[in-house]
């Protein structure tokens, strides 16, 4: 990481706050020529200093095709952002957190482990309390990354909320 600064990876308060408000999760993964990235809703639990995401897809697709069995990814995740601008400086910039890390993306069989994947991604929009129709359930697959490694970042404006 070139900016040290805004190393933000050992402060659990950010890190809460960067994944609360992100609403979208950016995976990559590795085709025959170049990566595929494709933004998706997701829900996440820390388990052992480790952060599980979960997503859910169509059955068909093209990262479908792609995930082998804990097939290596990438991922990316921001939390809220906007545009500051120093008329005194003549600058513009963005305040912002990321949330960048590197795993393993493997399909979810566990019928509980289903389950509960779909109600933390529901949690995650804060629509936890949502009756999902089950039957819906055999319309998807459902994936979880497990992080190998991670860097959080925030600029300085974020971290003290002038991007709210």
Not at 11 to 35: F, H, W
Not at 90 to 109: P, Q
Not at 126 to 137: I, P, Q
């Amino acid at each position: 990481m070139r900016r040290i600064d805004r190393d933000c990876t050992s402060n659990p308060e950010i890190v809460r706050r960067c994944l609360k408000q992100a609403q979208l999760i950016n995976i990559a993964v590795n085709t025959d020529t170049v990566p595929y990235i494709i933004p998706l809703c997701f829900g996440e639990e820390e388990k052992d200093g480790k952060f599980i995401f979960y997503f859910h897809k169509a059955r068909e697709g093209t990262l479908n095709s792609l995930i082998k069995k804990e097939c290596p990814c990438s991922f990316s995740i921001t939390g809220r952002s906007s545009l500051f601008m120093d008329e005194e400086k003549r600058t513009c910039n963005m305040n912002y957190a990321s949330f960048i890390g590197k795993g393993r993306v493997s399909l979810v069989e566990s019928e509980d482990e289903r389950n509960k994947a779909v109600r933390l991604i529901m949690e995650h929009y804060d629509r936890g309390t949502f009756n999902l129709d089950m039957r819906a359930m055999s319309a998807i697959l459902v994936y979880r990354i497990d992080t190998d490694e991670y860097t959080v970042k925030a600029t300085k404006g974020w971290r003290n909320e002038e991007c709210l």
